[in-house]
């Protein structure tokens, strides 16, 4: 199984920024303890800053342009940060893959400020999960493993 894990603008400060909202670890820093826990599963790990950038990894991992290559995931786990709350072309992106999203967030969205209260992605994501800190990407990881 192959799964890719696509975190999106200020995630790589993860351990610096707001640690009593996102906690005091990096996302690097964990990414080994999911490789551990699933042997089986190959991981790729992608973070940007720049929306085109996301939705290019998307379409070169899920979409029919991955199949040309040979390189399509069997899933892919998405905490879009910040974008999640603006993003139509990140929606359209999601619609247009082939393999199922889950969208994540380490804090629970819903207990914070009301804009962030409405994700234009989860329409497209086959799930959510979010509130669980670094944990949430285990239980998306979990959702695909169990989907397949």
């Known amino acids: ?48 800053n720049i929306e085109g950038e996301m939705i290019d990894k998307l379409q070169q991992t899920g979409s029919y342009l991955a199949e040309q290559n040979g390189g399509i995931y069997d899933g892919i786990v998405l905490n879009a940060g910040a974008y999640t709350h603006t993003s139509v072309a990140l929606h359209d992106c999601i619609r247009s ?20 209260h409405h994700s234009y992605l989860s329409p497209a994501c086959k799930g959510v999960i979010c509130g669980f800190g670094l944990d949430s990407y285990r239980l998306a990881v979990e959702a695909l493993i169990e989907a397949n």
């Open 1 to 48: 199984m192959k799964i890719l894990i696509l975190n999106g603008p200020n995630l790589n400060l993860l351990g610096k920024r707001e640690p009593g909202i996102y906690g005091d670890s990096s996302f690097e820093s964990y990414l080994p303890k999911l490789k551990t826990r699933y042997p089986n599963v190959e991981f790729d790990y992608y973070q940007s």
């Open 97 to 116: 893959l082939q393999c199922p999203v889950i969208e994540v967030h380490i804090s629970n969205v819903h207990q914070r400020e009301d804009f962030r």
